[in-house]
């Protein structure tokens, strides 16, 4: 069974606007998450985390937004820019788990300029 | 540049044959971890070292192995290889289980 998923396998932005992208969980141990962005050919690249103590981090044109009661996590990318093309990758791990990651699928996004 | 190195980048054997795969941890991380990415799968764990010590084990087979050494490498080994085992092979480091990790850019590993 899939701990951590992203229902949606791609997404198209205009160069500009909010790209938006989601994520939910099952295990209520997740006590923190993390979104990695990926090209082809690379590994995945930390882009943001956060704890289960916060509801929102910040880091430039990358949002991060958690909302423990419902299990979801977004990623909100403002101005979305062609460079931002890739894989999104969300992550989460538990105290318990000694930091190893359980990944979704990852969504595709393509901004279009 | 994540400034974790994986060697090598690609290799293709035959089935029943094993291979070592090789990480170099960022700089000052203590932490290594290895993930295995298939194509109808995500980035699945597979086994995590701490200085030298195995700290947690995910889904990995009992044909693969792994150790830590002390130099902070690390070295993946698939043995008995499969048609199944083809795939990605990330490392990753970190400072500590609850800081981001940072991944290699993978060695595809493909099996004839």
């Known amino acids: 069974d899939q701990q951590v998923k992203q229902n949606s396998p791609s997404l198209s932005v205009q160069e500009g606007r909010i790209s938006i992208l989601n994520c939910d969980y099952t295990?209520?141990?997740?006590?923190?998450f993390l979104w990695y962005k990926k090209y082809p050919a690379e590994g995945p690249t930390f882009l943001i985390s956060i704890s289960s103590i916060k509801d929102k981090n910040e880091d430039g044109r990358f949002t991060v937004f958690l909302n423990k009661s419902a299990k979801h996590l977004s990623l909100h990318i403002v101005p979305s820019q062609p460079g931002d093309s890739a894989v999104y990758f969300c992550?989460?791990?538990?105290?318990?788990?000694?930091?190893?990651?359980?990944f979704g699928k990852g969504t595709k996004l393509s901004v279009k300029p | 540049d994540s400034g974790v190195t994986q060697t090598p980048k690609h290799l293709i054997t035959a089935t029943g044959q094993r291979v070592t795969l090789r990480c170099s941890p960022r700089?000052?991380?203590?932490?290594v971890y290895w993930y295995q990415q298939s194509l109808d799968q995500g980035l699945q764990f597979l086994i995590q070292y701490y200085n030298g010590e195995e700290r947690a084990k995910g889904n990995i087979l009992e044909r693969f192995s792994a150790q830590q050494f002390p130099d902070l490498h690390s070295e993946l080994n698939l043995s008995s290889l499969e048609l199944g085992d083809s795939a990605l092979y990330f490392c990753?480091?970190?400072?500590?289980?609850?800081?981001?990790?940072?991944f290699g850019d993978g060695t595809r590993l493909s099996i004839l």
């Open positions: 295990n209520s141990m997740f006590d923190y």
């Open positions: 700089s000052g991380d203590l932490s």
């Open positions: 992550a989460a791990s538990d105290e318990g788990s000694q930091g190893n990651l359980i």
């Open positions: 990753a480091s970190s400072e500590a289980h609850n800081q981001p990790q940072h």
